[in-house]
């Protein structure tokens, strides 16, 4: 150890990069660099390959390469006692890149245009919405994860988060417990849209940690799971009680409601009862005192530095 300590400052291996023009390669060149990365510094466990640098800088820039080769790649703080990056790589599975087979379908689709030019599926004589990618994102990882775990065996979690919230949340997340929360410090007044008595359910980010571990923990659970709080408030009541816990008078201005907006929000949690004998149990207004409190601490943080 005495050895590498003396050793230490004259390397260079903490400021080794690749210059950007390899990361411009045609994707031909770039998996012939890869692979002779790989040969260096890297090992390989079937489809997988790790990389390790002491540069951060060359951990992002051989990410960067992994993935314009098109394999799915992250960064890891590799800790054991040293300074030290590792790449985690993954190599698409073979057995998934052979074309389907071509069904032709003679069926009809109807669709129809709204005012917002969002696009409405008929589904069995019922109009279903489809134009939010970020939900459809979500059910699409839902359906790959159920795939890989019928179809190789693998073992999987699906836990479907519903409106959590808590301390080391974002001031600017956009999310409305931590908007409310923030203009109620700065003494703003607090931001509606619509009437305010569309409803959501908040789940303190305790109770949601605990669902997660229990879930990860169960044998043979591998449908959706929800995880949230069965206890619906409005948007009203929500701001009302922040106000009277940061001790403003909570004025509230009030916006146009989004076409797209939920009305009501309420996960069902039979299944996570059943399955996880698992509920929450910290109540609304507990679980909002302790975010105030994170929300607040920092904030005199950010003003005594400033």
């Not at 065996?153 to 080391?168: E, H």
């Not at 948007?235 to 106000?243: N, S, T």
């Not at 008078?249 to 399955?275: H, M, N, V």
């Not at 109540?283 to 302790?290: H, N, S, T, V, Y």
């Amino acid at each position: 150890s005495q050895l590498a300590m003396i050793l230490e400052p004259l390397g260079k291996s903490g400021d080794k990069y690749l210059p950007r023009e390899y990361l411009q390669f045609s994707r031909r060149q770039s998996k012939i660099l890869f692979d002779a990365l790989m040969l260096g510094d890297g090992s390989r466990r079937g489809n997988c390959y790790a990389y390790y640098s002491k540069s951060k800088r060359l951990a992002d820039d051989v990410q960067e390469l992994a993935l314009r080769c098109g394999y799915a790649a992250s960064v890891v703080s590799h800790a054991i006692g040293r300074d030290l990056y590792r790449v985690n790589i993954r190599l698409p599975l073979e057995a998934n890149l052979v074309a389907p087979r071509r069904i032709p379908y003679a069926g009809k689709v109807y669709c129809i245009n709204v005012r917002n030019h969002v696009i409405c599926v008929r589904r069995n004589g019922r109009a279903a919405w489809c134009g939010n990618c970020y939900d459809e994102g979500k059910r699409i990882a839902e359906t790959l994860m159920m795939d890989y775990h019928r179809q190789n065996k693998v073992d999987t979690r699906i836990a479907r988060i519903f409106n959590t919230y808590g301390p080391r949340m974002l001031e600017n997340d956009g999310r409305v417990v931590s908007n409310f929360i923030v203009q109620a410090l700065r003494g703003e007044e607090l931001t509606i849209y619509g009437t305010g008595e569309q409803t959501r359910a908040f789940c303190y980010v305790d109770d949601l940690i605990e669902g997660l571990i229990r879930l990860m923990n169960a044998d043979g659970v591998h449908e959706p799971v929800n995880l949230g709080n069965p206890h619906e408030f409005t948007m009203k009541e929500l701001a009302e009680e922040v106000a009277r816990i940061c001790g403003v008078s909570g004025d509230i201005k009030y916006y146009p409601l989004p076409e797209d907006d939920p009305r009501q929000r309420r996960p069902d949690i039979t299944r996570a009862r059943q399955l996880l004998q698992w509920e929450p149990t910290i109540p609304l207004r507990e679980g909002l005192k302790r975010t105030v409190a994170y929300f607040s601490e920092r904030r005199d943080r950010t003003s005594n530095r400033a």
